[in-house]
């Protein structure tokens, strides 16, 4: 069994991520929590690229101690940072999707503040990207992973309470509903992390961490 740490605290990407990964056999993928590992991890890089890079480093350095490595073994870590792009903002908010409306805001917060930005524009196009970082534990190295999917911004929330972040108001193409009105296993066949996770899943399987 191979086991892998992903570097999140989010249970929705974490769900999201297991589900998407679940038929690759002899991963297993853990937690931030379930790996015993505490703490905020840094994100102050200017690119989605280097946020995930950032991320996975800050957990590789954990977890080479001496110390750690007496009471666990992992194959390898990887992180994702994942930025909303609206054209016409400029591809803002970007990799400040997390804290577009302050520090410490709540995805309500956001989404206000992203329809305030967007009142009365008629182009509403936007699009999630997610970069992944892998960490392989024997061979070292990072490899990176992008997904990304293409919509448009609603003038008001869509939810029946499924997904998070901006979900209630990105339609992606080719859909009548948003991100928060799919089942989760529709959402990952399309969306930014469920295909970058799929080409992650493509190197697991084909190059044995
Ligand atoms: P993160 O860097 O992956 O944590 O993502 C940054 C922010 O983008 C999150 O705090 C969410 O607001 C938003 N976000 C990331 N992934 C999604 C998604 O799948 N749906 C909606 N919003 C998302």
Same mark, same amino acid.
């Given at each position: 069994m191979r086991r892998l740490i992903f570097a999140t605290n989010n249970k929705h990407k974490l769900t999201e991520v297991r589900a998407a990964l679940s038929d690759v056999k002899d991963i297993e993928i853990v937690s931030l929590a379930e790996a015993g590992l505490e703490g905020e991890i840094p994100e102050t890089a200017d690119t989605l690229e280097g946020n995930a890079q950032q991320k996975a480093e800050w957990v590789l350095d954990r977890i080479k101690t001496e110390e750690f490595r007496m009471k666990n073994s992992f194959d390898g870590v990887f992180a994702d940072d994942t930025g909303l792009e609206v054209e016409a903002l400029?591809? &803002?908010?970007?990799?400040?999707s997390a804290r577009f &409306? #302050? +520090?410490?805001?709540?995805f309500d917060d956001n989404i206000d503040k992203l329809l305030g930005a967007l009142d009365g524009e008629k182009n509403r196009k936007a699009c999630f990207r997610t970069v992944i970082c892998l960490i392989e534990g024997v061979k070292g190295g990072e490899k990176f992973f992008e997904g990304r999917v293409d919509g448009q911004i609603l003038t008001e929330r869509h939810s029946? #309470? +499924? #997904? $998070?972040?901006y979900d209630p108001v990105f339609m992606p193409d080719? $859909?009548?509903?948003?991100f928060a009105e799919m089942p989760l296993e529709v959402k990952n066949s399309i969306s930014h992390r469920g295909l970058a996770v799929k080409k992650l899943a493509e190197y697991l399987v084909t190059f044995k961490v």
């Amino acid at each position: 069994m191979r086991r892998l740490i992903f570097a999140t605290n989010n249970k929705h990407k974490l769900t999201e991520v297991r589900a998407a990964l679940s038929d690759v056999k002899d991963i297993e993928i853990v937690s931030l929590a379930e790996a015993g590992l505490e703490g905020e991890i840094p994100e102050t890089a200017d690119t989605l690229e280097g946020n995930a890079q950032q991320k996975a480093e800050w957990v590789l350095d954990r977890i080479k101690t001496e110390e750690f490595r007496m009471k666990n073994s992992f194959d390898g870590v990887f992180a994702d940072d994942t930025g909303l792009e609206v054209e016409a903002l400029g591809g &803002a908010p970007g990799v400040y999707s997390a804290r577009f &409306a #302050g +520090e410490h805001c709540s995805f309500d917060d956001n989404i206000d503040k992203l329809l305030g930005a967007l009142d009365g524009e008629k182009n509403r196009k936007a699009c999630f990207r997610t970069v992944i970082c892998l960490i392989e534990g024997v061979k070292g190295g990072e490899k990176f992973f992008e997904g990304r999917v293409d919509g448009q911004i609603l003038t008001e929330r869509h939810s029946n #309470g +499924e #997904g $998070f972040g901006y979900d209630p108001v990105f339609m992606p193409d080719r $859909f009548a509903v948003s991100f928060a009105e799919m089942p989760l296993e529709v959402k990952n066949s399309i969306s930014h992390r469920g295909l970058a996770v799929k080409k992650l899943a493509e190197y697991l399987v084909t190059f044995k961490v």
